[in-house]
């Protein structure tokens, strides 16, 4: 059996120069998650932040400076970083980081897309790895579209039947039997990016998101989703859940993510933080 590739998926890290909240320091909580992600011994192939880096990326008078000041610290650690987009990140600057920070070896492909979406995809090993990009406009926002040029990019891609995929985004494509998040969290054309992947589900090893900050796991139709919890805050995600509440409780999630010929293997982690 070939060694796994081990993947450590973060998000939703809201970085910012002061307290969101009150209780929620983003910044100290960011070092922490660092800090802990340094002290893992095991291997991790590449970190993967599903989106949401900062809190105020997506205003229009942002510099880019608060994604570049995290995306140097995470950097720090010495282990490749990939990135979805998230709906408050700054597009411009993560791609910057992104095409800056990567091994030389690396080799990332495009995916067409409207509007300079950061979708694209690679290999390592014997395995692919996508990245789509379903941030839209503002007028959607907190939902996601994942628009078409991508799409029909993504079913060329799945008709190589020699490939075998996981995929990574920020918004989860699916409902997740909650009032407030199926309402106003999901990809409004999940729904068809889901059959698309259904259909092809033999290949698909997972599809990893964040954006509800909560680790959640569901299997559809075959095809694994799960997400991973935020190193920041929280939100409610239960059926009966009406609205998305800041929770501060001092926890980090991550999720260690193993892919291999047997498929996926998905063990969340988490951590207490100081502040
Ligand atoms: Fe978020």
Not at 105 to 132: C, G, I, P, Q
Not at 188 to 196: F, I, K, R
Not at 198 to 207: E, L, Q
Request: charged share 20%; glycine share 6%.
């Amino acid at each position: 059996m070939t060694v796994p590739i081990r993947i450590l998926q973060i998000g939703d890290t809201h970085w910012a120069r002061e307290p969101i909240a009150p209780g929620i320091d983003s910044l100290a909580r960011f070092d922490s998650l660092c800090d802990w992600i340094a002290s893992i011994k095991d291997p991790i192939d590449f970190i993967m932040h599903t989106g949401d880096w900062v809190h105020r990326g997506q205003l229009a008078n942002d510099s880019g400076h608060s994604t570049r000041c995290a995306w140097k610290r995470l950097s720090l650690l010495g282990i490749p970083v990939l990135t979805a987009v998230g709906n408050h990140d700054h597009r411009h600057a993560l791609r910057e980081c992104l095409t800056e920070s990567l091994p030389k070896d690396w080799k990332l492909h495009a995916l067409d897309s409207d509007l300079e979406r950061l979708a694209y995809w690679f290999t390592l090993a014997n395995e692919s790895f996508l990245v789509l990009d379903a941030r839209a406009s503002q007028q959607i926002d907190p939902r996601g579209e994942i628009c078409p040029r991508q799409l029909a990019a993504l079913e060329e891609l799945l008709a190589d039947t020699s490939r075998t995929w996981t995929v990574f985004m920020h918004y989860p494509p699916i409902n997740l039997d909650c009032d407030w998040i199926d309402r106003t969290m999901l990809i409004e054309n999940g729904e068809h990016l889901h059959a698309l992947l259904a259909s092809h589900a033999n290949r698909i090893r997972g599809v990893f998101f964040g954006h509800i900050h909560r680790p959640v796991c569901c299997m559809k139709q075959s095809v694994l989703y799960a997400s991973t919890g935020s190193a920041t805050m929280h939100f409610p995600n239960l059926p009966g859940d009406a609205q998305a509440l800041m929770q501060s409780d001092p926890i980090a999630f991550a999720n260690y993510i193993s892919i291999s010929q047997l498929g996926a293997l998905v063990k969340t982690q988490w951590t207490m933080l100081s502040k």
